[in-house]
């Protein structure tokens, strides 16, 4: 395996972690909030379509029930898919990269030592590491389940 260097270390392996996290958090945080303000829409409008509901109007009946089985689809969604908690979490993954690169090259503590270069990369690799071992108990737990 080819040794890597601190400049290729930066750009290839941390940057590239910290771009995906980042991307990774606004598409969950995108998604979630898309499907949020679906299920605001569709309960606030069933008490309100409600109100109109009579004897011969089948298409109101029809329309609240749909309305209430969209609600109970998108929270069933967000349930499985965890679009919030995934959000979060890489969003926090992302920042304590950012926050670790910063500190690194300003040569702030811990960095201001005899080789920082070694300490960046178990810090990131513990961080990274600890991600992808929530990731991996999260899917086992889910094969269970």
């Known amino acids: 395996m080819k040794e890597m260097n601190q400049e290729a270390y930066l750009k290839e392996r941390l940057q ?64 499985l898919y965890k679009f919030q908690e995934n959000w979060f979490e890489f969003r926090t993954t992302c920042e304590s990269l950012n926050h670790e690169k910063y500190m ?6 811990p960095y201001d030592q005899d080789n920082p270069f070694r300490l960046l990369v178990e810090r990131v690799e513990s961080l990274i590491s600890k991600e992808n071992t929530a990731w991996n108990r999260y899917m086992k737990k889910e094969k269970k389940g």
């Open 104 to 109: 690194f090259l300003t040569q702030s503590e």
């Open 16 to 79: 590239d972690q910290i771009d995906w996290y980042d991307r990774k958090g606004m598409k969950n945080q995108k998604w979630f909030k898309r499907l949020q303000v679906a299920a605001i829409l569709a309960s606030v409008t069933i008490p309100f379509l409600s109100g109109y509901i009579t004897e011969t109007t089948l298409l109101l009946k029809v329309s609240v029930g749909l309305l209430g089985l969209i609600v109970a689809a998108i929270t069933a969604v967000l349930g």
